[in-house]
C-alpha cells in the first residue's frame, strides 16, 4: 500500500477548499490533507455575507462544508490558525502560535485583504471592512446601538454593505471619490439609473468627496473630506478595494508582484508549492470574483490528482450587484475606446438601459440596467469569442436567433458548452453537473434544480442559462416551472388560499387539501399549521383547531430544546409579580431539578430543562397560566416602572401592561407578537422595537408598531397618538386584529408593514367605525380561548401523551 | 428476535405518537390515519432529535429540532437531507388493539 502524500491548504476560504473538493473526487486516497484557516468557521459563502447583511440569509446558511464534511472527508482542519511562514527547505508549514505541519504539496490560498484608507483616525474603534463575518457580526451590533453610518467606495461591496445597513435601520451615507457610482463596473448612463433607484431605496451619496480623516475619542464620530466638510457618523465601512494577501509569500521567499505569482497550472517559482484565489496575479490579473478562482481551482486539482489537463488562460468575468429591487448587470470592457463601437438603448419610462461594445465585428462588453435577463447569453458570447457581425441588432433588442429562425442561437451555444464549463460562478455549477440532476436525479423544473445543485442560488446572475440547460436536458420533460405557492405542496398564494377557503367556506385542512387540489395530499409542515390557523382566523366559532397540526411546541405548550427536554415559562403580567408567586415558582423549580432558571428578554421566568412527563405535574403545582412563550401569539408586554415610582414616569406603563397582557393573552396569529409599555419618551421598555409599543408622553400615549429585535433590527412607525386608556386598547385590538387577517403564516408584523406599507395599516384604522368592526371580531376570538395547561392538567385522555407507554411485555 | 407487547391502539391518537424505551433504546410508535402502528428508533440523524416529538404528515414525521423528514416506513431521511432511522416491524392484534413490537 502507499503512503499517501501530505497536502497543505492555507486558507480555508472559497477557492481552495473548492479545489479540494475537487481532487477528493478525482483522487480520494491520494493526499493526506489538512487545513489552516485563519478565521474560526468552516468554508462558507463569502459572497452570501451580503445577503446575510440585507436580512435575507442566516449565518448558518452559508456554510459551504460544515464541520462533519472535514471529518467525514479525513480532513484535518486547524481554524484560528494563521501561516507565518513556509520552510521551503524543511518542508514544513509554521504557524503563528508555533504550530508546525510538514508537506509533499502546499497550496497557499489566503485570498485577498480589504484596502484600508491610510487615513488619520482609520485605526479608530467603528472603522472596519466588509470581508468576513467578523465584520457582518460588527455591523449587526453597531446598528442596535448607532443610528448613523457611512460606507466610503461605491463599488458592488461599498453598495451591497450600504444595503445591509439600510435595512439593519441606519441612515447610510455613501461616499465615492467618482462623480459617479460604480464607474468600474458601469457606465455613466447605467450609474446615474443606479443611483436614482439606490436613493429611492433610503441611500444617501456624497459624490466626488476625498476622505481627510477620522475624529472621535476612541470611537468614530466624524469623517472630515478634504474640501473641508464633513459628516457626522457613528460607523464607518471601508469598501474601497482589495490587495491580494501576499503576506507568506513575502516571508517565503516566494515571487509575487501584485499577487503571487503563479503560471497556467498554478505553480509558483516554489517546487511543490501552488497558489490559487485571490491572492495570485496569473498573466498580470488579480481575480476579485469566484468564477475564475473556481477555474483556476479545477486545474489545480487535476494536476495535483495527476489527471493531463490545460492550461488555466485566464478568465472573462461578469458582475451582478445583489442588491433587491435592483437589477445590474456589466461584463467584459464596456467602454468603448478607439476602434469599438457602443450600440445602446435606453428606456427611461422603464427604467432599462443596454449597452454592448463591439471590436472587430465581436463582442467584447456589455452593462444592462433594469432588465438583466439577457446577461447570460451576451456574457457567453463575450467568452467564446464568436463573431456577432449582422446580428448586433438583434443582439441589442433581445430577440434571439430562434425566434428568428436562425442558428447559432442561445441553444447551439449551450449544446456545444463543454461539460466541465461553470455556468454558475458563485457555487462553481458546471454544465455536467446540471445535465446530471436533470437526467439522473429527475430534477424537471428550476426550483428542482436550484435545491439539488445550488446553481443560481445566490447570486441569480446565471438564470437563463441554467433554465436553457433545463429545457436542453429536459427536452418535453420540462415541469411547469411552477409558480411558488405557499410551500411544495401547493401553487396558490395565501392570499388565494384564504380567499377560496372564505368563498367555499372550506371547514377543515382536509377538505382544503382536497379541494384546492394540493398536489401533496397529506400536507407538511409548512402549510399545515398556516391552513390550521387560516381556518382558525377564519371561523373563529365553528373551526376545531387541530392540535396534530402545529408544532411541537404548541402541542406540549412548552418550549422544545435541543436535547429533547422542554422550558417552562409561568405568565407575569406586565412583568409583575409577588413574592407569594416567585416562592412557588422556585419551590416547584426545586422540586423537579430545574437545572436553570433564566429571566427572558421580556421579563419572565423560564425554567429550563424539564423532562416531559413532568410538564403536567409542573403545571399542576404552579396553578398559573401559560405564559404562551412557544407559540405564534402573544408573547409577553414587557413594562417599565412608569409613574409608580419612577421620577420621570408620566402615565402608569405596568398598569396599562397589565390590562393589554390580560387582554390579549392566548390570542392566535400569524407569527408571535410581543408589546410593550414605557412610561415616558426615555422608553425603558424599549417599547419601539416591539410588534406594537406604547409610549407614554405627558397626557397622551403614542402607539408605535411593526417593530422588531431580531436578525433583522426594524424600529418602529409611529400608528398614531391617543389620549385615554381606552383608545390604547381600542387601536391595539383593531391593529392586532387587522395583521391576523392579512398577513401571510410566519410573517412578522416587521415584515408585513413592510410588505402592505404603513399607510394601507394607518388607512385600515384611520375610521373608528373600522377600528371597532375590527375590535369586535378579535373580541369573538378571544372569549373563545382557554389556558391550554389547565386544560391538560385537568384532562387524562391528553395528559396521557406526555408519559412514556409504561414497560414492554415479551410475549 | 423478540415480540414485546407494547400496549393498545387507544393509548397513541391518531397521528400522535407515544415513546417506550427497550433497553438501551428509545422507541417513537407512530398511529397513521390509516390505523397502522409504525416504529422506529426516536433520534434523529441529523443531531438527535427526539422524532416522537414531530409533526406527522401522511408516512413522514418532521423532526421538531431541524424539518428534516423521515420515512416511518423506511426510515430513510429525505431528500435534500441524508440519513436513516432503525425501523421496527410492528402488529396489531385485530380483535383487542394489541400493540407489538418486534425487535
Ligand atoms: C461581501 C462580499 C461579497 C462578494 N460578492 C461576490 C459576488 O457576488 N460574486 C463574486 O464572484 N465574488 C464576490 N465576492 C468575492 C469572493 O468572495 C472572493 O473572490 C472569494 O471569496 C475569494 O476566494 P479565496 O479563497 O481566494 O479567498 P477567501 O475566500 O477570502 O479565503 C481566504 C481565507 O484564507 C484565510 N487566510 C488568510 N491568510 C491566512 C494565513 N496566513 N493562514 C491561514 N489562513 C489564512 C482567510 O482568513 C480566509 O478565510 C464577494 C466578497 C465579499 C467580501
Ligand atoms: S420609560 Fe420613563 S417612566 Fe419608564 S422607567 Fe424609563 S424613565 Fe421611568
Ligand atoms: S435533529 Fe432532526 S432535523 Fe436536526
Known sequence: MTVPKKLVLIGNGMAGVRAIEHLLKLAPDTYEITIFGAEPHPNYNRIMLSTVLAGSTELKDIVINDWDWYKDNHITLHTNQTIKKIDTQRKVVISESGMEAPYDEVVIATGSKPFMLPIPGADKEGVIAFRDIQDCEKMFSAAKSYKKAAVIGAGLLGLEAARGLLNLGMEVTVIHKHPYIMERQLDEAASLMLRKELEAQGMKFLLSKHSASITGRGRVKELQFTDGSHLATDLIVMAVGIRPNVDLARSSGIDYNNGILVDDFMNTNMAHVSALGECVEHRGVAYGLVAPLYEQGAVLAKRLAGVETAGYAGSVTSTKLKVSGVDVFSAGRFIETEGSRALRIQDDMAGTYKKIVIRGGKLIGAVLFGDTADGASLFASIKSGESIEGREKELLLGISNDLLGKSGGSASRLENMPDDEIVCGCNGVTKGAIGDAVLNKGCHTFGELKACTKASASCGGCKADIEGLLHLFAGDAVGESAKEGICGCTSLSRDEIVEQIQSMRLMTIKEVMHVLDWNNKEGCSKCRPSLNYYLGMLFPEDYVDEKESRFTNERYHANIQKDGTYSVVPRIYGGVTTPADLIKIASVAEKFNVPLVKFTGGQRLDLFGVKKEDLPKMWEELEMASGHAYGKTLRTVKTCVGNTFCRFGTQDAMAMGIKMEKAFERLNAPAKFKLAVSGCPRNCAEATIKDLGVVAIDGAWEIHVGGNAGVKVRACDLLTTVKTEDEVMEWTGAYLQYYRETAQWNERTAHWIDRVGLDTVKKALEKQEDRLALVERVQKTLSLTTDPWKEIVDNDELRKNFEPIAGPLPV | ?103
Request: hydrophobic share 40%.
Open chain 2, 1 to 103: 428476535m423478540s415480540k414485546l407487547l407494547i400496549g393498545k391502539l387507544s393509548d397513541i391518537d391518531v397521528r400522535g405518537s407515544r415513546t417506550v424505551r427497550v433497553k438501551e433504546t428509545e422507541i417513537a410508535l407512530f398511529r397513521l390515519e390509516d390505523g397502522s402502528v409504525l416504529a422506529i428508533e426516536n433520534r434523529c440523524p441529523h443531531k438527535g432529535g427526539l422524532l416522537s416529538e414531530g409533526m406527522v404528515c401522511g408516512t413522514v414525521v418532521h423532526c421538531p429540532l431541524h424539518d428534516w423528514k423521515v420515512d416511518l416506513h423506511s426510515g430513510l431521511v429525505k431528500d435534500p437531507d441524508d440519513g436513516c432511522v432503525t425501523t421496527f416491524a410492528t402488529e396489531i392484534d385485530p380483535d383487542n388493539g394489541a400493540i407489538y413490537v418486534v425487535i
